[in-house]
């Protein structure tokens, strides 16, 4: 089995904001498509050679379950319901080296998965978690002075 990389976010519209700007990437660099054999349609991109996938899903669809990825990009992950990530951050361990990246604010939600991560990764950050699985990268606002 090929790569299997997913963009997935709560609803299929901001699921499909990454993987439709990766389509954009992929379809404006003709080079790319005949070099590698890449064949971009509208809900994936394949690459038949290594039977690799590019997908976006949510969680009001029913594809969350049988992934095997080697990337999940999840966007607006403080909005997501608990159950989307458990799904696909257990779905990780079925590929060796694979990886999640979020790309999130904390919300507002302090209840919500997305606050829960990003109140772990201030405690890898700061040294008082060691995780050497997990790389963090952190933008916030500074309170006035």
Known sequence: MGAEIITASTKKEAARIVFD??????KDNESFLKYTGTKVLA???????????????SSDSKSTD???PSLIIGDEVHEWVRSL?????SSLAKRNNSLFLMITTAGFNTE???????VYSQKVLK???EDDRSEEHTSELQSPA
Not at 112 to 118: A, R
């Open 21 to 26: 700007s990766s389509r954009v990437m992929a």
């Open 43 to 57: 809900n994936t991109i394949l690459h038949p050679k290594t039977n690799g996938v590019m997908k976006p899903i």
């Open 66 to 68: 049988g992934l095997k």
């Open 85 to 89: 990530y458990d799904v696909l951050d």
């Open 112 to 118: 919500s998965i997305g606050y829960e991560l990003h």
């Open 127 to 129: 040294g008082d978690v």
